[in-house]
């Protein structure tokens, strides 16, 4: 049985769209001459995941009842949210 060629997928990217090279692009960059790392980056131009907030909220291990664990979880994704509401609700937060 012949074996099949999956189609060959290019994904060339002109050079002209690139965006320009800014002075701090260059102070964090790596270079190297002929395959040898003369300068080695120092670090990236984008933070990753979310910035850290103020008052994160922390992570509790809670006892509920059955059924009321059921009423939140029946209403769909977000039920700790809403459990957080309701709790904050009852103290006047």
Known sequence: MPKSEKPIITTDVDPDDAPAWT??????????EGG??????????????RPPLDRPKQ???LRLDQ????????QGPGWQGRIN??????VKI
């Open 23 to 32: 002075p701090d692009v260059f102070e964090r960059a790596e270079f190297s």
């Open 36 to 49: 040898k790392v003369v300068r080695r980056s120092t670090g990236t131009l984008a933070r990753r995941g």
């Open 59 to 61: 992570q509790v291990t």
């Open 67 to 74: 059924d009321v664990l059921d009423l939140f979880r029946g």
């Open 85 to 90: 509401a309701a709790l904050r609700k009852a």
